[in-house]
C-alpha cells in the first residue's frame, strides 16, 4: 500500500514547485555567466514563465484561485442556434 503522501497532490505539487525553484535559480544564474543577448533572454524570459508555474502550483495548494475550489462552477447550457 502507497504511503498516504503519495495520494496527496499538495505533497507532489510541493516537490514540483522545489525542483522548478531550482531550475529557475540556475536559469538566472546562467544569465550572468552567458553575454549572448538571446541566450540571456531566453533565460531570463523561462525562468518568468516558470516563476509564473510555480505561482498557479501555489495557488493550487492554498486554493485561492476560483478555478482549484472544490464548489462547483454554475454553468449556463449554450445557446442552441437554429437555422
Same mark, same amino acid.
Given at each position: 500500500?502507497? !504511503? %498516504? &503522501?503519495?495520494?496527496? !497532490?499538495?505533497?507532489? /505539487? #510541493?516537490k514540483i514547485? @522545489?525542483?522548478?525553484? #531550482?531550475?529557475?535559480? $540556475?536559469?538566472?544564474? +546562467?544569465?550572468?555567466?552567458? /553575454?549572448? !543577448?538571446k @541566450?540571456q =533572454?531566453?533565460?531570463?524570459? &523561462? @525562468?518568468?514563465v516558470?516563476?509564473?508555474? %510555480?505561482? =498557479?502550483? +501555489?495557488?493550487?495548494?492554498?486554493? &485561492?484561485? @476560483?478555478?482549484?475550489r472544490?464548489?462547483?462552477i454554475? &454553468? $449556463? !447550457?449554450?445557446?442552441r442556434?437554429?437555422?
Open positions: 500500500m502507497k !504511503p %498516504a &503522501s503519495e495520494n496527496n !497532490p499538495v505533497h507532489h /505539487t #510541493q514547485k @522545489a525542483r522548478m525553484r #531550482q531550475l529557475i535559480d $540556475h536559469l538566472r544564474e +546562467d544569465v550572468g555567466k552567458v /553575454t549572448e !543577448p @541566450a =533572454a531566453l533565460f531570463e524570459t &523561462s @525562468a518568468e516558470l516563476t509564473g508555474l %510555480a505561482k =498557479a502550483f +501555489d495557488d493550487y495548494e492554498k486554493k &485561492s484561485e @476560483a478555478a482549484w472544490t464548489e462547483p454554475t &454553468s $449556463h !447550457p449554450k445557446e442556434i437554429t437555422t
